[in-house]
């Protein structure tokens, strides 16, 4: 298997019950904020995004808050499901610039049947 | 379907050899990107292209080297220079305009024997 995603912290949430990540981001000018989702084996999936001018942003299944006060972005699944699994991790992004592209090293979560 | 691909899905480098890591995308996308992934790290920026014919380094740019000859394809080349090339290797893309969320391929690992 892939080696991607060793020593991440990992979140184990019962099947069917609300999951928070949590990431706290660095850059204080950063204005834009990405959640991806990485299976083993697989390239990251973008799963929702969120600008500075807004503090929350839902999805299907899935909910974004933005405080940037504290820098601190947390991705909210509901019903969590088997298919969930993964490794997640933020970007944040500062200036729309290439260059200024910062990843959170991820959490990995783990479904419990 | 509109996607990214990259090829090989596994590599294996000899000592001293040179390998190239292929990446196509046919999302019409300008900008297209490199990122290496580490365990436990997030990922890291190798070279960025937002045109074709143009092409910037990254934060970890030493013992690699990029070409972006046409807008859908942009190899990348592990140089003998690149002394720890065993790593998970990225290939991204996204719009030039304003903040977009990349895209990414399904990696291609590459290992040393």
């Known amino acids: 298997g892939e080696s991607v995603g060793l020593h991440l912290p990992t979140l184990s949430v019962q099947e069917g019950d609300n999951s928070i990540i949590n990431c706290a981001y660095s850059?204080?000018?950063?204005?834009?904020f990405i959640w991806y989702k990485q299976e083993s084996g697989k390239g990251p999936q973008f799963i929702i995004d969120?600008?500075?001018?807004?503090d929350k942003r839902q999805g299907q299944r899935v909910t974004v808050l933005l405080n940037k006060t504290v820098k601190h972005l947390s991705l909210q699944i509901a019903a969590t499901q088997p298919g969930d699994s993964a490794v997640y991790f933020c970007?944040?992004?500062?200036?729309?610039?290439?260059?200024?592209?910062?990843f959170g090293s991820g959490t990995r979560l783990s479904i419990r049947p | 379907d509109g996607g990214i691909t990259q090829s090989p899905k596994y590599l294996f480098r000899k000592e001293g050899q040179n390998v190239t890591l292929s990446c196509e995308q046919n999302?019409?996308?300008?900008?297209m990107y490199w990122y290496r992934q580490d365990p436990g790290q997030g990922l890291r920026l190798i070279y960025y292209?937002?045109?074709?014919?143009?092409?910037q380094k990254g934060d970890i740019a030493e013992g690699y080297s990029v070409s972006r000859e046409k807008k859908e394809s942009f190899p990348l080349t592990v140089t003998s220079a690149q002394k720890n090339p065993t790593a998970f290797y990225l290939c991204?893309?996204?719009?030039?305009?304003?903040?977009?969320?990349?895209?990414f391929g399904d990696g291609t690992r590459l290992s040393i024997l």
């Open positions: 999302l019409n996308h300008d900008a």
């Open positions: 970007a944040e992004n500062a200036e729309s610039s290439a260059s200024k592209i910062i």
């Open positions: 969120i600008r500075s001018n807004m």
């Open positions: 991204a893309s996204n719009g030039r305009r304003g903040n977009q969320p990349q895209h």
């Open positions: 292209s937002q045109i074709v014919n143009d092409f």
């Open positions: 850059n204080s000018a950063s204005d834009y």
